[in-house]
């Protein structure tokens, strides 16, 4: 059985860096795909990236397009969403979720089997 816990929010200034981890067991993360997802305050959750099973693509909200970068680290069992340049609006809880041999193309949350408890990224001044 995998799971997932996401680690590396906290509190920044606008402009400061982000490296999110989600770190997977129980399973090899590679033949997953795992999607980043976030959700702030009053508001619904929305997907922010996801990387394919067998990373044979990457997909990105248009909102992120630019500042975010997911990346996959097969050795350590887990996957990076870098964040840069941070905005008060992604103030959010981030999680990760994933689902075996998904392509991100064919995914909606609600496909998503497996969620991470999610960590908590403020960006305030």
């Known amino acids: 059985q995998l799971q997932l816990v996401e680690s590396g929010g906290g509190l920044v200034q606008p402009g400061e860096f982000l490296r999110l981890s989600c770190a997977a067991s129980?399973?090899?993360?590679?033949?997953?795909?795992i999607a980043w997802f976030r959700q702030a305050p009053g508001k619904e959750r929305e997907e922010v990236s996801c990387i394919d099973a067998g990373d044979a693509g990457k997909k990105y909200a248009d909102f992120a397009e630019g500042r975010f970068y997911i990346s996959r680290d097969n050795a350590a069992n887990k996957v990076w969403l870098n964040i840069d340049r941070l905005e008060p609006e992604d103030t959010a809880v981030y999680y990760c979720?994933?689902?075996?041999?998904?392509?991100?193309?064919?995914?909606?949350?609600?496909?998503?089997?497996?969620w991470g408890q999610g960590t908590q990224v403020t960006v305030s001044s």
């Open positions: 979720a994933a689902e075996f041999w998904g392509l991100c193309h064919r995914l909606v949350m609600g496909d998503y089997d497996v």
């Open positions: 129980g399973h090899s993360v590679e033949h997953y795909a």
